[in-house]
């Protein structure tokens, strides 16, 4: 069992950057694959960004070479730094574990935290 609770969402101007992180308990976290989702309103919930166990990523078209996710085994934590913030990027943002070592697809993903705001305005 894993529980995830994200943070560092938040209200920000287009061009704008933010962190967000996503504290893990448990000591299996190295186990698992990490991935953060995002949702916008009446918008299904995509991929943004992937991290396997050994430190491998995979980002989404859409915020690639803007967003930068990274992982510290020993503190459980995985983060998701967002720079050159976009009004499109406006959703609630997921934090999910996988036992895949890598997933792009939700219904691969076996944990999920409850989601972070993030609102960039124009």
């Known amino acids: 069992q894993v529980q995830l609770v994200e943070s560092g969402g938040g209200l920000v101007q287009a061009g704008g950057s933010l962190r967000l992180s996503c504290a893990a308990s448990?000591?299996?976290?190295?186990?698992?694959?990490m991935g953060w989702f995002r949702q916008a309103p009446w918008k299904e919930r995509e991929f943004v960004s992937a991290i396997t166990k050994s430190g491998g990523t995979d980002y989404a078209d859409s915020v690639k070479g803007r967003f930068t996710i990274s992982r510290d085994n020993a503190l459980n934590t995985v983060s998701l730094q967002m720079n050159m913030l976009k009004p499109e990027d406006t959703a609630v943002y997921y934090c999910?574990?996988?036992?895949?070592?890598?997933?792009?697809?939700?219904?691969?993903?076996?944990?999920w935290g409850q989601g972070t705001q993030v609102t960039v305005s124009s």
């Open positions: 448990g000591r299996t976290f190295s186990r698992y694959g």
């Open positions: 999910a574990a996988t036992s895949w070592n890598v997933a792009r697809s939700a219904y691969q993903y076996n944990y």
